[in-house]
């Protein structure tokens, strides 16, 4: 895995999860819900942490990313090399 876009999977599982129905206004509430995630809005803490299996630990952005995951881990281990 190089890239992998989450954005597709956050919505699908919003919809799901709340049974928010297709359509034009459940796209909305959806779209609405997405950026409320990723803006990180202090009232969308609970949903932040609910779906962040989705949201990069390193950026905050909706991707896994190998490059991003080499960076945090590159930073922990200058860290434990410091505290070591």
Not at 29 to 41: D, K, Q, S, T, W
Request: charged share 25%; proline share 1%.
């Amino acid at each position: 895995m190089s890239y992998r876009n989450t954005r597709d999977d956050l919505e699908q599982r919003i919809g799901l999860d709340f049974s928010i129905p297709d359509g034009e206004l459940g796209d909305c509430v959806v779209n609405a819900v997405v950026h409320f995630i990723v803006e990180g809005y202090s009232e969308a803490e609970l949903l932040i942490i609910k779906y962040s299996d989705l949201i990069c630990k390193w950026d905050g952005k909706l991707h896994k990313s190998s490059e991003c995951e080499t960076r945090m881990a590159a930073v922990h281990n200058s860290i434990r090399q410091i505290l070591s």
